[in-house]
């Protein structure tokens, strides 16, 4: 049950997120199923034993392919997905835990948190870099279209 609440949540911030960046309202249900679905598999892969990094990962590099196929789908542009979509996999608690604890002083605890939130990062960037460098033609292809 607890998976579904955090799918749900990662859906409803997923829209919220659209909203702010001003995504035509015909979007937002693609963009909740991609932005909970994505956190969904992090969340059951760290289930299974994979470090959020590795989780996130993954994760992202299914947020960037579903955008993809969408935008492909849709004929608009990746970034309405995958904008809002990568939302739930950003690091914000790990900032929000390295701040605190360089507040109070625990240095070790503020770097650890730190380090993971920067490895998260990296991660994200990596997982949209790698599908986004997939040439555009197989997506178009895949639909019937020529270019």
């Not at 990094?53 to 309405?80: D, H, N, Q, Y």
Request: hydrophobic residues 60%.
């Amino acid at each position: 049950m607890t998976l579904f609440i955090q799918f749900v949540a990662a859906a409803v911030g997923t829209v919220a997120f659209a909203l702010i960046f001003d995504v035509p309202s015909k979007y937002y249900a693609l963009c909740a199923l991609i932005g909970g679905a994505g956190f969904w598999l992090i969340e059951l892969l760290m289930g299974a034993g994979l470090s959020q990094t590795e989780a996130t990962f993954i994760g992202t590099m299914f947020v960037a392919l579903a955008s993809r196929i969408c935008a492909v789908w849709r004929k608009c542009p990746v970034t309405v997905f995958l904008i809002a979509g990568i939302i739930p996999l950003v690091p914000g608690g790990r900032v929000y835990w390295m701040a605190y604890y360089f507040v109070v002083q625990d240095t070790a605890q503020a770097f650890e948190n730190g380090f993971l939130a920067i490895r998260v990062a990296v991660a994200i960037v990596l997982g949209i870099v790698l599908v986004l460098e997939i040439p555009n033609r197989l997506f178009h292809r895949a639909r019937g279209e020529t270019r």
